[in-house]
């Protein structure tokens, strides 16, 4: 009985269930594992991108042997901070900035302080501090990026609209340009005789606008119907395009929400009867409360991911050498278990009378094409999967594996982890004790699974996912390239890290 146990905590995230075979009995444990069929899943390189999906939003470009170029731009419509806006007399652009909030480690910041700055307006003696924090890239993380704003020259639709992806959208006019480096820059100026505020940015990255576009399409416009409200408004200046120009480099995130556009202006004032132009600012919303979106479109040609790109077939029968597994609306992973296994361990069950202890799903990193030091992804979803359906249905969208309502009252129950993802090979396994369970004990169906790069939402009070449509799949670069099911060629040296299924069984102990 002490070796039976030794058996179970050895293995790791071992769970509870099925347990009570050991208790009050004499038992032994066996630790048994089993192929699998893994396949290849297409998405057809597409995934809805609309704004109910864009907790972030991603932007840029990564290009790699095994997936080809991935790249993100994004797109959105403009609304005024008001409408008929009153910009106040011979009103003039100074300048106009977008600004963008990437996602960056606070705990990483190089903080400069100039005791002796003297702030222009007043000449007041005064302390700047000056942040800098590395933005969260995937990629190549060494490279520059030009970001390119454009003007979109067609009407988005309305706010609760479903876009994906692939979604082609027109656009003219280039507002503005900037190379960017990968870090942003805080800065807080406080006055030093009260420590009052003074001047403040936040870390944005920051791109600079045509301003005699904005003087034209915006101020001059005042008085007009195009500015009377929101509807004239998104038909007159339809949104902007925010996309990169290069085809290589790394990919990061933003959040939608704090985009915007500030236009920096002067107008006449009038007071005691002096006029004088006066400084003021006019923020334009982007991202929330507007039509948003990602589109990420993928160059696999040549690549050994390509067949598994916009090919919706998949080869649930015999799987697949290597399982291509991309975020984004790449490829995922299809995992069968074999009839043949069902049959031999329900067999086991019935002559045997054995207890079903753990069940987890093995998948190692194939480290003869993926051997680099890209973040491995650290996180997937899991849905049943019917390969048979048509694409659209494939997916049971209704549903969490059973496994997760087994764990509820454990919190944030993580059904697949990774082990070792900052080495060559890394591993995943995927708890399916009491979908294995109930398929052996209950002859349930056994039914596909599919895996899928990215991570649940969970509910803030009770740690569990919300529900399977809310995820970070649209917004998650990373990808990875795992050992599959090599039935025609069982020499092969990498099927020593082939899919499998790791069972942890007990049995009556023979007297």
Excluded at 231 to 260: C, H, M, W
Aim: proline share 5%; with cysteine; glycine share 6%.
């Amino acid at each position: 009985m002490a070796g039976s146990f030794m058996l179970w905590n050895c293995e790791s995230e071992a769970d509870n269930l099925g347990s009570q075979f050991f208790e009050g009995a004499s038992a032994e444990g066996v630790n048994k594992a089993y192929d699998v069929i893994a396949y290849n899943i297409s998405n057809n390189d597409t995934i809805r991108s609309d704004a109910s999906k864009l907790t972030y939003a991603t932007l840029g470009a990564f290009n790699e042997p095994q997936f080809g170029l991935q790249k993100s731009s994004y797109v959105t419509q403009a609304r005024l901070s008001t409408y008929n806006p009153d910009f106040g007399t011979n009103p003039v652009v100074d300048s106009v900035v977008l600004e963008i909030k990437p996602v960056y480690p606070t705990d990483s910041v190089k903080t400069v302080t100039d005791d002796k700055f003297v702030y222009p307006d007043g000449n007041v003696e005064a302390k700047k501090v000056t942040n800098t924090y590395p933005v969260t890239k995937y990629g190549n993380k060494n490279l520059k990026l030009t970001v390119n704003v454009h003007e979109v020259t067609d009407f988005l639709g309305a706010p609760s609209d479903i876009v994906y992806s692939d979604q082609v959208v027109n656009y003219s006019t280039l507002l503005g340009s900037k190379q960017i480096g990968g870090t942003v820059t805080g800065t807080t100026i406080t006055k030093k005789t009260d420590n009052s505020e003074l001047y403040k940015s936040d870390p944005y990255i920051r791109v600079n606008l045509d301003k005699n576009f904005f003087q034209n399409k915006i101020i001059a416009k005042k008085g007009q119907p195009e500015l009377s409200d929101a509807s004239n408004f998104i038909r007159y200046f339809k949104g902007i395009r925010i996309s990169v120009a290069e085809n290589d480099g790394y990919i990061f995130k933003f959040t939608p929400n704090d985009t915007q556009i500030k236009i920096y202006y002067k107008s006449d004032v009038t007071s005691n009867g002096t006029t004088k132009a006066t400084a003021a600012v006019y923020p334009i919303s982007l991202g929330s409360g507007n039509v948003h979106f990602n589109q990420i479109a993928n160059v696999r040609t040549g690549t050994p991911s390509e067949p598994y790109g916009k090919t919706a077939a998949v080869n649930y029968q015999t799987g697949d050498k290597r399982i291509y597994a991309q975020g984004m609306g790449g490829p995922s992973v299809g995992i069968r278990i074999p009839a043949a296994t069902v049959a031999q361990v329900r067999e086991l069950y019935k002559t045997q009378k054995i207890g079903i202890l753990s069940a987890k799903i093995k998948l190692y990193s194939d480290t003869s094409v993926w051997n680099n030091s890209y973040e491995k992804p650290t996180n997937f979803t899991s849905e049943y999967f019917d390969p048979t359906k048509p694409q659209k249905e494939r997916r049971d969208m209704s549903t969490f594996l059973t496994d997760l309502a087994a764990f509820s009252a454990n919190g944030a129950i993580q059904l697949i982890k990774g082990y070792n993802l900052d080495k060559n090979p890394a591993y995943y396994e995927l708890t399916v004790t009491q979908t294995f369970k109930d398929i052996i004990e209950k002859s349930e169906e056994a039914k596909d699974i599919a895996l899928s790069v990215g991570a649940y939402d969970l509910n803030s009070n009770t740690g569990m996912p919300v529900a399977q449509q809310y995820n970070t799949r649209v917004y998650t670069p990373n990808r990875i390239v795992l050992v599959g099911t090599d039935t025609d060629n069982p020499a092969n040296p990498q099927l020593a890290n082939r899919a499998q299924l790791h069972i942890i069984y007990s049995t009556k102990k023979t007297q």
